[in-house]
């Protein structure tokens, strides 16, 4: 249990059985009368934010979380199975936690997967991956005068834009954090 004098920005607590994350926090003390913890809090499973007060007498629950270092191994339907290196145990985490991020999952590649009461909340991926450009439009000779992006998709289907010196075959570097195209990787 934690007191609510203990709360600031990113601590992980539990509020009607569902993990959270303290997201904003502010210390108010009144004139008269006791302290309050103004907090708006992101739930970590549906991703709704809400806003509470806490009174300085007031007991707030520790979430159940743990962190372990998975490696991806394989997509099976709408599952992905990640496999724990040191117990060779797998475990399949649904499409849905993943979103996007599965566009960016590269066979062996480790990640960090956040359980909740032994069960898979989120998967955390390095911060770049390198994909080849299967599919992309060849550039207009001459027109650099500005930063100009074209359309690009990567082997499994997903678009990125991409600038315009970028041709089909060659590999890049992505930003698993906001999807989008870092630098073109020589090889």
Do not use: W
């Amino acid at each position: 249990m934690y007191n609510a004098s203990d709360l600031r920005k990113g601590l992980k607590i539990e509020i009607d059985g569902d993990p959270c994350e303290v997201v904003e926090f502010q210390f108010v003390k009144p004139g008269k009368g006791q302290a309050l913890y103004r907090c708006r809090i992101k739930n970590l499973i549906t991703g709704s934010s809400v806003e509470k007060t806490y009174r300085s007498v007031d007991k707030i629950d520790k979430a159940n979380l743990m962190e372990k270092d998975m490696i991806y191994s394989y997509p099976d339907g709408n599952h992905f199975v990640f496999i724990d290196p040191k117990t060779y145990d797998q475990i399949e985490v649904n499409a849905e936690i993943l979103n996007d991020q599965r566009y960016f999952l590269v066979e062996d590649i480790e990640c960090k997967i956040l359980f909740h009461n032994d069960r898979p909340i989120s998967v955390t991926l390095p911060n770049f991956i390198e994909k080849k450009i299967t599919e992309t439009e060849p550039g207009a000779r001459g027109d650099t005068a500005t930063n100009v992006l074209k359309p690009a998709k990567i082997d499994n289907g997903y678009e990125i834009h991409v600038p315009i010196f970028i041709n089909q075959g060659d590999r890049v570097r992505i930003d698993t954090r906001t999807g989008k195209y870092a630098e073109r990787v020589n090889r």
